[in-house]
Nanobody, 122 residues
Framework: QVQLVESGGGLVQPGGSLRLSCAASGSIFSIDTMGWYRQAPGKERELVARITSGGTTNYADSMKGRFTISRDNAEKKVYLQMNSLKPDDTAVYYC????????????????WGQGTLVTVSS
């Protein structure tokens, strides 16, 4: 019923910047929290950043000051601006959203995108 599609990943040099986008579609009444997670090879998935419907944000410590999360509620999109990228930032980045579904009854889903690969290397 709901789909998240990430875009914007690719190859970037250390110190460079990249902007990821995530678009939500489907039978959506509203979207609560949206966020970005990442998973590096051989490691567990970890939180990068999240943002509430009211605009409150939080970041993992290693991303503070370098990454910025934002959202466009009208377009049902969330963005991640990544600056000062490091090789350790190399990972598959996943979009996440808590979605209220259109219907006669209240229904909430946590939805994940398929991920977009970010590679930071010279």
């Amino acid at each position: 019923q709901v789909q998240l599609v990430e875009s914007g990943g690719g190859l970037v040099q250390p110190g460079g910047s990249l902007r990821l986008s995530c678009a939500a579609s489907g039978s959506i009444f509203s979207i609560d929290t949206m966020g970005w997670y990442r998973q590096a090879p051989g490691k567990e998935r970890e939180l990068v950043a999240r943002i509430t419907s009211g605009g409150t944000t939080n970041y993992a410590d290693s991303m503070k000051g370098r990454f910025t999360i934002s959202r466009d509620n009208a377009e049902k999109k969330v963005y991640l601006q990544m600056n000062s990228l490091k090789p350790d930032d190399t990972a598959v980045y996943y979009c996440n959203a808590v979605v209220n579904i259109i219907g006669a009854t209240y229904r909430v889903l946590e939805v994940w995108g398929q991920g977009t690969l970010v590679t930071v290397s010279s």
